[in-house]
């Protein structure tokens, strides 16, 4: 079977929209492999920090980008033998990532590791280009949104029940100043793919964003 003929579900959306806790579901249920691109960005963005290396240097950044040895499992994250996990969850890696992410060598370095998860029986990807060029094939795009002060909560409650301090207001200026960064970024900035189902999860439990997500693919097999 050819690759491109492996089922893709993208689901793509802004920070803390709830993107990777439905897509991990929505693999788990399917059976399907898991890709959570902004881990990658994360691990990226914490590594040149770490290096202390410039995070406009798209040149650098993307050479990182390029020789990193990554391996995920489940929810763990190892990085040249190191694990990164709870490194990678953290504000500053959030916000080292969405620089990183800004700029296009760092981008393309990504690119086949990312379709390197495309595999047998099938992938769900979560991240902000998922649909528009990671996968523009995908059979399956799905666009989650929610309003940012849903969001910063959303990230405060996961924050606060790792016993990290977190602070709301801080929050949510993070999410809209990351936001505004992804969505104005000239390299595959955040959008909406004219062929993405939109949903609004504000208020919505997790189950029923779920079995919504595995209803719509189960109604577009029918149709092929
Ligand atoms: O999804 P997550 O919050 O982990 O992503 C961290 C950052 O990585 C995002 O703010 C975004 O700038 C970037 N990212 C991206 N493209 C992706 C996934 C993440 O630009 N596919």
């Given at each position: 079977?050819?690759?491109?003929?492996?089922?893709?579900?993208?689901?793509?959306?802004?920070?803390?929209?709830?993107?990777?806790?439905?897509?991990?579901?929505?693999?788990?249920r399917l059976g399907f492999h898991y890709l959570d691109s902004?881990?990658?960005?994360?691990?990226?963005?914490?590594?040149?920090?770490?290096?202390?290396?410039?995070?406009?240097?798209?040149?650098?950044?993307?050479?990182?980008?390029?020789?990193?040895?990554?391996?995920?499992?489940?929810?763990?994250?190892?990085?040249d033998g190191r694990e990164v996990s709870g490194l990678i969850?953290?504000?500053?890696?959030?916000?080292?990532?969405?620089?990183?992410?800004?700029?296009?060598?760092?981008?393309?370095?990504?690119?086949?590791?990312?379709?390197?998860?495309?595999?047998?029986?099938?992938?769900?990807?979560?991240?902000?280009?998922?649909?528009?060029?990671?996968?523009?094939?995908?059979?399956?795009?799905?666009?989650?949104?929610?309003?940012?002060?849903?969001?910063?909560?959303?990230?405060?409650?996961?924050?606060?029940?790792?016993?990290?301090?977190?602070?709301?207001?801080?929050?949510?200026?993070?999410?809209?100043?990351?936001?505004?960064?992804?969505?104005?970024?000239?390299?595959?900035?955040?959008?909406?793919?004219?062929?993405?189902?939109?949903?609004?999860?504000?208020?919505?439990?997790?189950?029923?964003?779920?079995?919504?997500?595995?209803?719509?693919?189960?109604?577009?097999?029918?149709?092929?």
């Amino acid at each position: 079977m050819s690759v491109s003929a492996i089922p893709v579900i993208a689901i793509d959306g802004p920070s803390a929209s709830g993107k990777g806790t439905i897509a991990a579901a929505v693999a788990q249920r399917l059976g399907f492999h898991y890709l959570d691109s902004g881990a990658l960005y994360r691990i990226v963005g914490l590594v040149a920090g770490e290096r202390r290396i410039n995070l406009d240097n798209d040149l650098e950044v993307s050479r990182i980008a390029l020789n990193l040895n990554i391996k995920f499992n489940g929810e763990d994250v190892w990085v040249d033998g190191r694990e990164v996990s709870g490194l990678i969850r953290g504000e500053v890696a959030g916000a080292a990532a969405s620089r990183v992410a800004a700029l296009p060598g760092v981008r393309a370095a990504l690119m086949t590791l990312q379709r390197n998860f495309r595999q047998q029986p099938g992938l769900v990807a979560d991240g902000r280009d998922m649909g528009s060029v990671v996968f523009p094939d995908a059979g399956l795009k799905i666009y989650l949104t929610a309003t940012p002060e849903e969001r910063a909560q959303r990230r405060y409650k996961q924050l606060i029940s790792k016993g990290v301090d977190a602070s709301m207001a801080a929050l949510l200026q993070d999410i809209c100043d990351r936001d505004h960064r992804d969505s104005n970024r000239a390299a595959a900035p955040l959008l909406k793919c004219s062929d993405a189902i939109e949903f609004d999860t504000t208020g919505i439990p997790v189950q029923s964003v779920v079995a919504k997500v595995l209803q719509l693919y189960q109604d577009r097999q029918k149709e092929q």
